[in-house]
Nanobody, 123 residues
């Protein structure tokens, strides 16, 4: 099991930036398919970005050009740089890990989840 701990959420104005971090407990996380999801009250979690086992990112259309995923192997940390934030980006953001390298950007494909970090964007 992989333990994931998110941080970096907060409140910003529209157009601002935040960088989320996900500390990963296992050194072998590079063998995992990673992802960032978000959820608003009353809604299901939606995929924001995934990072394949070989390091290929895939972004949801609504964040393309604004969000960037990266990883630091030395620190066992996954990042999500969020720029040009919009009020509709307000959500709880979750880091997730899938043991299968064939995972898709769907909640059901991921096995381990962090506790989430809140992002609030005001207009």
């Amino acid at each position: 099991q992989v333990q994931l701990v998110e941080s970096g959420g907060g409140s910003v104005q529209a157009g601002g930036s935040l960088r989320l971090s996900c500390a990963i407990s296992k050194n072998s996380y590079s063998n995992y398919f990673m992802g960032w999801f978000r959820q608003t009250p009353g809604n299901e979690r939606e995929g924001v970005v995934t990072l394949s086992c070989t390091g290929i990112p895939r972004y949801a259309d609504f964040v393309k050009g604004r969000f960037t995923v990266s990883k630091d192997h030395a620190k066992n940390t996954l990042y999500l740089q969020m720029n040009s934030l919009k009020p509709e980006d307000t959500a709880m953001y979750y880091c997730a890990a899938a043991r299968s390298c064939l995972a898709a950007m769907t909640e059901a494909d991921f096995d381990d989840w962090g506790q989430g970090t809140q992002v609030t964007v005001s207009s």
